[in-house]
């Protein structure tokens, strides 16, 4: 639960992000947001887990937290300071604070480099080692995620997918940041080494005291590894909570159809299936009032015309929908 | 399927990358096949259908309907291809020509097989993206590949794998690139076509959760191997060897978290042994195995019952219970 005089170690506020159409006859000029009007806190030592199907826009409101990408309108703080008004040099300095795990260490990884030069670069770009004391930090890191010393020498080419993904982590960690940003972290493992993986990243925040924005669309990974969880669709958060109430009783239809989807092999807890009909909208064409409305099983007039905003609701949980709680999972 | 072995050339040798596999798959009936990536499961899909790479040797015995289908002739094989099995795979993309409409690529698939008229092509075709949930098929037509949606896509290629009514569906990972709430629209769909057609599933997957709702009865590949066979039902209830005991264990659920300690999965030491580099003479899971004991190092299990199902495992090997 969340104590009042806890200042968050980073709070995004109304971030959004437009891209432009494809200028055209009819599209000039026009835009769509990805991310429309996000805010959310996360605490020191708080995972928070991002959850939604694609293009919801969860990967680029990642982003837009690290300033990968500017972001058209809203704010990040990053320890009570503006991030988005840091000059240059100022993140460049800042940003080992400040980290990302992506989903397929196959391409975040350089190909041509070894997994040593790798984990060791972070650390001399940010002047924080050099010469031996480099040499023995990069061992001593690779150590660290479950990597033997002599995987310093290796391309990633010659390393597991699972193997892979330790030495992103041990790049990640080099500068000893406080918040990592997880987009996807283990889509691409096997269930078997997605497992080791998760585990390690537990174990890293704990020992650590790190904090972490877990990007996924795996609804049964994030609530195990999440404090809270912010439920996306299409562009905006519909629901935040903490992961055991969101799991114990989604107040949004759109969650509570999330969580009668995720695989559920123990057949006396197999919940009644709640059918979504349709496919996510597209960002670029989203439909009028509530952007769930269209596929959402209990949709009424109401909900074709307005929006409803993202608000309050009991146990400090926040939703956005003018009947939450109505639909529940197992009920149909 | 009896004794299917699928070599492939590593560094100058052939090493089975499919292992000994025998199963059977009844009309109507759904059959899981689920490991890890490098178990064999996709070759062994591939194999089913006379596709695989050009390196490979097959051998052992695979008959459909009363036809034995390993050694067949190219000839042979395309006549059976879409005819009696049919394939869906993960990327419905690659399976569309991009310039062509999907109405005619239905139209051709039909016509490969039948000797129908243009006008009665059209309408089987119509038919089949009607029978695969299609909300508007006569438009569905007229449409191009890229200009459908995910689970659209996926539909389309069902109803062209549908176009000339195959005995067997093998479906290698059909939702793994969709969304949750679209691939389990997928998933009852190949449900309905199941009852509705009478037809014979194989559905290759990774995904444990997918298997607990939609399949029969499940294999379990490791390496090769088949390592367990059971119903689906007492797959989940009584898993019996450790590989897939390790793997329900590491799989992600949904969890209600009381303590951090909760927030570890138990999870498979170590990894997936390369084919180059598979141990010999020995059970091939053992080097990650917590129940290893001195059988293990010596030599490669068979089969044995356990329970109602079939394992791998010197556990259940009859010469050692005392």
Redesign the interface.
């Known amino acids: 639960m969340r104590r009042e005089s806890e200042a968050p170690l980073v709070s995004a506020r109304d971030l959004t992000k437009r891209y432009a159409l494809r200028a055209g006859v009819f599209g000039h000029g026009q835009s769509f947001a990805a991310v429309d009007g996000v805010s959310f806190d996360v605490l020191r030592g708080e995972t928070l887990g991002l959850v939604g199907?694609?293009g919801s826009g969860k990967s680029t409101t990642g982003r837009l937290v690290l300033r990968l990408e500017e972001p058209t309108g809203g704010r990040v703080l990053f320890e009570g300071d503006d991030w988005l008004a840091l000059s240059g040099r100022e993140l460049r300095r800042r940003r080992r604070d400040l980290q990302i795990v992506f989903q397929d260490p196959q391409t975040s990884l350089n190909p041509r480099m070894t997994c040593g030069a790798q984990v060791a670069e972070p650390l001399s770009v940010q002047g924080l080692a050099r010469g031996r004391d480099l040499r023995e930090r990069v061992v001593s890191l690779l150590e660290e995620v479950g990597l033997s010393a002599e995987t310093a020498r290796r391309f990633p080419s010659e390393i597991?997918g699972?193997?892979r993904q330790r030495v992103a982590i041990a790049r990640a960690l080099a500068t000893r940041p406080k918040f990592v940003v997880c987009d996807e972290p283990v889509s691409s493992l096997?269930?078997?080494?997605?497992?080791?993986v998760?585990?390690l990243l537990?174990e890293l925040r704990?020992k650590s005291h790190l904090s972490y924005l877990f990007i996924s669309?795996?609804?049964?990974?994030v609530?195990?590894?999440s404090d809270r969880i912010a439920v996306m669709y299409l562009g905006r958060i519909v629901e935040e909570g903490s992961?055991?109430a969101i799991?114990?009783r989604p107040l949004h239809p759109y969650t509570a159809?999330?969580?009668s989807?995720?695989?559920?092999?123990?057949?006396a807890l197999?919940r009644a299936?709640i059918?979504?009909?349709g496919?996510?909208p597209s960002p670029a064409s989203p439909p009028t009032g509530c952007a769930f409305h269209p596929?959402c099983p209990i949709a009424r007039p109401r909900c074709r015309l307005e929006a409803p905003p993202l608000a309050p609701s009991f146990e400090g949980r926040m939703v956005a929908c003018f009947f939450p709680g109505e639909l529940v999972p197992g009920s149909r | 399927m009896r004794d299917l072995r699928v070599e492939v050339s590593i560094g100058g040798r052939l090493a089975p990358a499919v292992n000994g596999v025998d199963f059977d798959l009844a009309a109507g009936e759904s059959v899981a096949v689920v490991g890890e990536s490098g178990c064999g499961k996709t070759l062994l899909a591939r194999a089913l259908l006379g596709l695989g790479p050009d390196s490979a040797r097959v051998s052992g015995s695979i008959r459909v309907g009363g036809h034995e289908l390993v050694g067949a002739s190219a000839e042979e094989w395309r006549c059976v291809r879409g005819r009696q099995i049919s394939l869906v795979f993960q990327e419905p993309a690659s399976a569309f020509d991009p310039v062509v409409t999907v109405g005619a690529q239905i139209v051709e698939a039909v016509r490969a097989h039948r000797k129908v008229g243009r006008s009665e092509a059209r309408r089987i075709a119509i038919e089949r993206l009607r029978e695969t949930g299609f909300p508007d098929p006569q438009r569905g037509m007229t449409e191009y590949p890229h200009r459908l949606s995910g689970g659209l896509k996926q539909r389309a290629f069902l109803a062209m794998a549908l176009a000339s009514d195959p005995a067997v569906l093998v479906a290698d990972e059909p939702t793994t690139a969709l969304d949750a709430t679209v691939a389990a629209q997928v998933l009852e769909l190949l449900d309905r076509l199941r009852l509705d057609r009478g037809l014979a599933l194989l559905l290759i997957t990774h995904d444990l959760g997918t298997v607990a709702t939609h399949a029969d009865r499940v294999i379990v590949m490791y390496a090769g191997r088949v390592v367990e066979e059971s119903t689906a039902a007492d797959l989940f209830r009584a898993p019996r060897h450790p590989y897939t005991r390790g793997l329900l264990a590491s799989l992600p659920r949904l969890s209600v978290r009381t303590s951090s300690a909760s927030r570890r999965f138990d999870a498979i030491s170590g990894v997936v042994p390369d084919l180059a580099s598979r141990p010999a003479r020995m059970c091939s899971f053992a080097p990650r195995c917590p129940e290893r004991f001195d059988p293990c190092d010596l030599e490669e299990p068979a089969l044995y019952p356990a329970g109602e199902s079939t394992a791998r495992c010197f556990l259940y090997d009859p010469r050692l219970r005392s």
């Open positions: 199907e694609s597991s699972g193997q096997d269930v078997s080494v997605a497992a080791q998760l585990n537990a704990e669309h795996d609804l049964a990974v609530s195990r590894v992961a055991a799991v114990a159809a999330l969580l989807a995720a695989p559920e092999t123990d057949p197999r299936r059918a979504l009909s496919e996510p596929r």
